[in-house]
């Protein structure tokens, strides 16, 4: 062990592991969305004030010529040794109690990979969305398969309790029922499940949900999965969509994260369904200047005849998912990137000329966005264009036969259809079947707990669904390469 000193505390840190991996499990970092360890989004900075390591590559991308001086160094980019000394400027941010249980008879949690969410029914079963907060899990990587990595490399225990610690602090004095969701592997981290099925193929769940569970000396329900990585928040928020909305078949139901799991429901009696790995730029994490929703990030963009403007001519801000998807369909608007995802330095907007240098589109001085970003959101356009057609394929449909498309998660608030069609997410036949839905998982919840038929129904999906290993997809890899473009998408193809 390597013996350290971090804000002047003593501590003896594992040196085959990163400082950002050792200050993790020492309580650091629990509520900063990381990029998982890429060295992309510069959110895991420590001062080093002695035993000070070379600068990485990676370092000399992300921070300034003078933070390299003042001995900033990325966390994730070196390990502890001997007699080294850091600072490390911290706050975990905890949620305050500002909400009142007495108001609901019934609380749900939502256990996203970024966030957590929760709310309840009231006694007239209105649904009343209480808070969220940064899951506490965040440092331990953005996404889920990094969940599983540090799980299985780590104590799986460590990533139980801090979950459960923020779990107890909002459900603190409730006595009415409760149920919890998120995908398969918050659930299995959450239960203290052996996460080693998650880690390998075909996945082979041992868990399917549908149960009751005590926790901390609740009761909780826990909603039937789907499969390995589409879980309990989908066949709630489907429960929410068959009773609430009730649409016409066949339609999609689609949730988009950093991990994203897509339902075909042909009938009522036959459900496909799959997941594709969309990685965390969508929640706004590993892109240059991204940031997980919040007030303060820049979640639109628009065009004027002075330019693009959203973010009321700030200097320095962050921009969120959807705000990087926005800003997108501009540049492809106005020419400023091509249909292929990359930058036309022959673009003819004036005003914008000067903004485009060194393959980087410079919004401020401080903010800009370059070909990485791009691609990383073409690599979720291209898996969101996979696991589409690959259910459509298997259900022998065409776009046209889909009569609505039911979008959830990120991409279900601060989005226009029109986007995501002009990005090739969805095809030109889904135009005007787009609806968006916000909490469809926390609300379709509430409603299986408060009625026990529903409960019955979500139950018996699990004989009727069928669940599709995309791994197993022959020519997985050439539809992807093939859908990584923001070619316009249409006739199945």
Known sequence: MSEVKVNNATFFLDPNKNWLENLFLKGFFQETPLCTGIGRCGKCKIKFLSNLPLVTDKEKEILSCAELREGFRLACEHFPQDNQNIIYDYQNTRFEHNYDLKQIDILGIDIGTTTLKWGGFDSSKNFLFLGQKINPQMGAGAE???????????????????????????????????????NTVMMYLLLGENIKELSYAPFQISLKGGIW??????????????????????????AYIEE?????????????????????????????CTSVALGPALEGIGLRF??????????????????????????????????????????LKIGIVNRDGHF????????????????????????????????EILKVKAAINLGIIFLLNKAKLKFNDISSVWISGVLGCNLVEDILINLGFFPFEFENKIKFIENSALKGLCLILADKTIRKNVEEWLQKSTYYNLSNFSDFLQYFVKAMNFNFWRNNS
């Open 290 to 331: 991204g940031a997980s929703y919040n007030k303060e990030a820049i979640s639109s963009f628009f065009l004027s005849l002075d330019g693009i403007n959203g973010f009321n001519k700030k200097e320095k801000f962050r921009i969120t998912g959807t705000g990087y998807l926005s800003l997108i369909d501009i540049f």
């Open 144 to 182: 889920v398969l990094s969940r599983v990595s540090f799980a299985l490399e780590n104590d799986i225990s460590y990533l139980q309790e801090i979950i459960l610690k923020d779990i107890q602090l909002i459900w603190n004095g409730f006595k009415g029922k409760i149920g919890i969701v998120g």
């Open 244 to 272: 609430i909305k009730k649409p016409k078949y066949p339609y999609l139901f689609c949730d988009f994260g950093t991990n994203g799991e897509i339902v075909l429901v042909k009938d009522k009696d036959d459900i496909l």
């Open 213 to 238: 569970r005590t926790l901390k000396e609740k009761k909780i329900y826990i909603p039937p999965f789907f499969g390995a990585f589409v879980g309990a928040d989908i066949s709630a928020g489907l």
């Open 344 to 375: 036309n330095n022959q673009f003819n907007f004036k005003r914008l000329k000067n903004n485009l240098r060194d393959s980087c589109f410079y919004l401020t001085k401080y903010v800009f966005i370059d070909e990485k970003d791009i691609e």
